[in-house]
Structures are given as C-alpha cells and as structure tokens.
C-alpha cells in the first residue's frame, strides 16, 4: 500500500498565501473554485481544503493526519493535537494577527471589567468565555456568522474580532479596548499520526522547508565582485545572516563576495557598498533559507 498523508489546507482567506508558501517551498497545489480536494503534485500527499476553525477537529479525531490552521482556533476548540511548529505568514503581513475587544466609538465600555452583562458577537465564542471567565467578568457570548463588525451598537455591545491591521475596524468606527490573544498559523498533526515514524518524516520534512521559504520572503542575496585591497572594506559594510562566502576569480587581485541579507536593508547597502570598491553588484531572490 502506497504511504499518503492526508493534509488539510485552509480554505478561505489564507488559501491562495498557503498555496504561494508551498509552491516557494517545493509543491504546486492547483484547486477550481468550487473544489475542496486540491490536486498536489506529490503523491505522497492528499490534500483537503477545510475552513480554519474546523481544521483542528478533523485533525484531533484522525480525519485528517495534519493540518494548518490558526493557533487561535485550536484553543478556542481545545483540540488534542500535537503542534508541529508555527509558520509565520498571512494574507495581509508577516506578522501574528489580534483578536481584540472592539466597542463603538461612543461606547462607555473602556475596560473588560466594563463588560459585565454586556452582549459580546464573536466566532471565537469558547475562548472569550474562557478569557471573561478568567477575568471575573459575566458576560452574554455570542456566535457570530459573520460580519462582526457592523453589529455594535444594535445587535452588540461589542465585538470580539480578529485584525491584522485594525483598518476594518476603524472603517466601522470601531475602538479596540483590550488584545485578549495574539495568534500564528501553525501546522498540527494528529497525535496517532505524529507517532508514525514516515508520517512524522514526511511531516518534519514538510515543516522544515515551509519555515525555509517563509525565511527566504524577507531575504535575498547579494553577489559582487570586490578587489583584494577593498575586501576588508566591503565586507565592513555587509550585515550578514552568516559570515560571507568569498571566493578568488579568475582574474589576480580579485574576489567574488555572496551574501544573504534582509530585502529592507539593501537600498541602504548597496550604494555602501559601490562606494567601498565592490562592482558588479547583484541581487538576486531566494526560494529557501534553511537556517
């Protein structure tokens, strides 16, 4: 029998960031519109696309080996899962998002403690109950289908919501009151299936290269030739993720330099580094920066 692992993607908002990280990392995943079973070009691996919030369950109860979903939805589902590690990325930015207490503009409510006997519309119902409860606050939780934003003041006295940038938010004249969980993406995996000595490979192996090209995003490299009176000079200059690999030309007197670097610095560096004697300067992106 052929050895698959059953993989649940997010579908929704995360979906087409999760199938650009796997294609910088190694597998192309096509899937229609109306399509929930992905075509993945790796045999060993049998895609499903699942909404996050559900994804832990499945995960937890074997549907499904292993999963990515947010951290946030496992917690609010206390699902017994084994957490592979997290994979920092997200539709909008590289960053965790916020689930926040959100309340009009011209609410009263300026702490949690002023929720008490408030109307709180949320998709995280379990674990803002688990968080009021935990601050000594009673308070009516509600499920919300969506559209959060637009029910205070009517149909809530607030809302708690997930942001990434908090624009939506202000858009519906809304103020956040508190941050009650900062969450990441992570991939889990079914704890029968983590203690499979292939499914746990496949997996580690899957980890380690998502986290490569999740690295590679916010780095490039940069290859240039320098003389040998200027090397020291210009390898002053570089801010180097390790030391430089420096090899000598063809050419006498003179060396190549390569180098890993942040994207953010290198209009900086550049112009630094012409003006320290290299030539030839190139950029260049990366797929994978295995650390």
Known sequence: MDKILKLGLPKGSL??????????????????????????????????????????????????????TGRDWVLDQNAKVFEVGE??????????????????????????????GARIATELVNYTRSYLKKQGVTAEVEFSWGATEVKPPVLADAIVELTETGSSLKANNLRIVETILESVTVLIANKKAWEDPWKRKKLENIYLLLRG???????????????????????????????????????????????IVEEAVVRDIVPKLKNAGATGIVEYPLNKVIL
């Not at 990392?25 to 519109?33: D, H, L, P, V």
């Not at 045999?43 to 995960?59: C, D, F, K, N, T």
């Open 87 to 116: 994979l920092v990325y997200g539709k909008v930015g590289k960053k965790p998002v916020r689930w926040v207490i959100a309340v009009p503009n011209g609410s009263k409510i300026k702490s949690v403690k002023d929720l008490e």
């Open 213 to 259: 090209a999740i690295s590679a995003d916010s780095r490039v490299g940069l290859k240039m030739n320098v003389p040998d009176k200027k090397l020291d000079e210009v390898i002053k200059t570089l801010p180097a993720l390790h030391t430089p690999t420096i090899s000598s030309l063809t050419d006498t007197g003179w060396h190549s330099v390569e180098v």
């Open 15 to 68: 979906q087409d960031a999760t199938f650009g990280l796997f294609k910088k990392a190694g597998w192309t995943i096509n899937a229609s519109s109306r399509s929930y079973v992905p075509n993945i070009d790796d045999p060993e691996l049998s895609g499903l696309l699942i909404r996050a919030q559900e994804m832990a369950r499945y995960v937890q109860d074997g549907v499904l080996d292993a999963g990515l």
